[in-house]
């Protein structure tokens, strides 16, 4: 590789050349005119931004000022001011902001955190203590937990994380969650692999699809993008490992939309039986197979 300095100074990007300047040296950057720049004035009217001295107001002061009918901003005058139309986005504090949220994965120590997440859950869909025990013992990796840790001040103990959702999973050779591979096998603490009536149940190392059993959202904290920020970061991590064909989940028919805006693709009924029965199959496949 060439030391980039070397380049011929066309090759570089620059303001004169692609009209990009970082935020960051504003300051070094001259705009063209801007002592008496009509142009300048005239985009900004266009696009309903004030200016004071020729800089932008800020949006609360300059609310009132706007224009609500629609602004159309010619091609040719954008490509003379990108730098001025490029506003960093305004950033309203959400309810997610406010827990301080962090993922990490987790481990037989959550077992308790875990069961108390669950009671988002009917009683008959809840996963027991004892799956929690075996699912986070056999594939913690495969787990994860978005915790919460209030703000202390200057001297105060830390105080332990809160976890606020969680997603448990097992491996299968499935395409689908199965029963099966929700089963909790009597003798894994002793056995690599368990089998009933011929089929392996529970966790299969090496199965390339990932069953989720489950994700949920404290009651309390439920509504806040919990949800959908874990299970993002969760498919995340599993695409960028490249260590499964597919993420695979049973679900309800009202949670179907919020799946596929993940990209699952609803299979119908599902067969599972699990907790009385009635869901649907949604599969997301990730396109790493070999
Ligand atoms: C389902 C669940 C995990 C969602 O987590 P959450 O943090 O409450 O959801 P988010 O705030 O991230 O919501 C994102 C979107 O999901 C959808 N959504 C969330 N909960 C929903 C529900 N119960 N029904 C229908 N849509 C729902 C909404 O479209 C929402 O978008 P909006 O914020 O624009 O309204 C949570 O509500 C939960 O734990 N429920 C009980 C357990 C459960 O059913 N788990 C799913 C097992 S398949």
């Known amino acids: 590789m060439s030391d980039p300095s070397e380049r011929p100074s066309e090759s570089m990007p620059g303001p004169d050349n692609n009209g990009l300047k970082p935020l960051s040296n504003a300051d070094d950057y001259s705009l063209p005119n801007t002592n008496n720049n009509n142009d300048l004035s005239r985009i900004m009217s ?16 300059d609310d009132e000022g706007v224009d609500e009918d629609y602004v159309a901003v010619d091609q040719d005058d954008a490509n003379e001011f990108p730098y001025w139309l490029r506003r960093p986005p305004t950033h309203h504090r959400t309810k997610l902001d406010e827990l301080h949220p962090f993922v990490q994965l987790l481990s037989v120590s959550n077992v308790e955190d875990c069961a108390e997440v669950e009671n988002a859950f009917p009683e008959n869909e809840r996963c027991s203590r004892d799956k929690f025990v075996y699912r986070l013992s056999r594939c913690p990796e495969l787990s994860l937990g978005l915790f919460t840790l209030p703000i202390i001040g200057e001297g105060q103990p830390k105080p332990r994380a809160t976890l606020v959702g969680h997603i448990i999973a ?16 009597d003798n894994w603490r002793n056995e690599r692999w368990s089998f009933q009536h011929g089929h392996a149940v529970g966790h ?4 390339s699809t990932i069953a989720i059993h489950s994700l949920a959202v404290l009651p309390d904290h439920q509504g806040k993008q919990v949800g959908s920020t874990l299970l993002k970061s969760y ?5 960028e490992a490249q260590i499964a064909d597919r993420i695979a989940i049973i679900a309800h028919d009202h949670l179907i939309p919020f799946y596929e805006s993940f990209g699952f693709v609803s299979h119908g009924a599902s067969k599972c039986q699990f907790g009385g029965g009635g869901w649907v199959d949604l599969v997301l496949e990730l396109g790493n197979e070999q």
């Open 204 to 207: 299969e190392e090496g199965g």
């Open 170 to 185: 097992t491996r299968t050779s499935e395409p689908l969650v199965t029963d099966r591979a929700m089963c909790l096998p």
């Open 46 to 61: 266009r696009a309903g931004i004030a200016l004071s001295n020729g800089f932008p107001l800020d949006d609360d002061e």
């Open 235 to 239: 498919i995340h991590r599993i695409r």
